[in-house]
């Protein structure tokens, strides 16, 4: 299981997500370009040691990102879908992306996706913080897979 982040804007986010990673065993693919620095002293604080600990892929856009991935499954998380993370089935390679803080995925990106699915939530909010998206969908992800570290 992979966790995929297009265009980052915020680096602690992405440190939180990169710690994520390396607690549940998931590797971290980084679309660029970012909205900051990768030597940002911030990621490595957000990360902690723990950035020692996860496998980090940095990629020139989303183009390079999807030859590199192969034939893994990419399931997008949007606000846009009607399918539920809880009702989607999740297969232990799936590759699971989530857009840019302010703006998630243009429409190629999410029509180049073999998947979406959503955080089902309150309609009177926009949508959860990156990282936490992310920890909820690879929670499910690997509970559903049997992945979970013992």
């Not at 915020?10 to 900051?36: K, Q, T």
């Not at 990419?74 to 840019?100: C, E, I, M, N, P």
Request: aromatic share 8%; charged share 25%.
């Amino acid at each position: 299981m992979r966790l995929a982040l297009f265009e980052p804007e915020i680096a602690g986010n992405v440190g939180a997500v990169l710690r994520l990673g390396a607690c549940m065993g998931a590797e971290v693919d980084l679309i660029e370009p970012m909205g900051f620095a990768w030597d940002d002293r911030r990621v490595r604080r957000a990360a902690m040691d723990y950035i020692d600990h996860v496998t980090v892929v940095r990629h020139a856009g989303f183009d390079a990102f999807r030859c590199a991935i192969g034939s893994r499954r990419l399931v997008l998380f949007t606000t846009k879908s009607r399918q539920s993370v809880f009702d989607f089935r999740f297969r232990a390679d799936d590759v699971l992306l989530f857009g840019k803080e302010s703006a998630g995925v243009p429409d190629a990106v999410a029509q180049a996706c073999d998947a979406r699915v959503r955080i089902p939530m309150r309609p009177q909010v926009r949508s959860m913080n990156l990282a936490s998206s992310a920890a909820l969908a690879l929670g499910e992800a690997l509970r559903q897979t049997d992945g979970l570290p013992g």
